[in-house]
């Protein structure tokens, strides 16, 4: 069985920071990809940054030079440090594993951004 548990969401004001954690236990074999999702109330859910087993790291355009996604491999951990919070960051925040033997989802954690 594996488990995905995300961490660090909370409320804070515009401008702010915070840092997502996402921690992968249990029995994965591999990991290709962990990603960070997010879906405001009503909108879909969208990537917001993404890094491969290789170090190759994506950032949405909404959220590049204010959002850094990294990982500790040997942790199988995958860190999302926001900075200059917006209130349209207001989300549930997902953490995605593409791995195997198969994807996993975390169960979200919510980030409020407001005054």
Not at 30 to 49: C, D, H, T
Not at 92 to 114: A, E, K, L
């Amino acid at each position: 069985q594996v488990h995905v548990v995300e961490s660090g969401g909370g409320l804070v004001q515009p401008g702010g920071s915070l840092r997502l954690s996402c921690a992968v236990s249990g029995s994965i074999l591999s990991i290709y990809v962990m990603a960070w999702y997010r879906q405001a109330p009503e909108k879909r859910r969208e990537l917001v940054a993404s890094t491969t087993s290789g170090g190759i790291t994506h950032h949405a355009d909404s959220v590049k030079g204010r959002f850094a996604i990294s990982k500790d491999s040997a942790k199988n951990t995958v860190y999302l440090q926001m900075n200059s919070l917006k209130p349209e960051d207001t989300a549930v925040y997902y953490c995605f594993i593409r791995g195997n033997p198969q994807n996993y989802w975390g169960q979200g954690t919510q980030v409020t951004v407001s005054s």
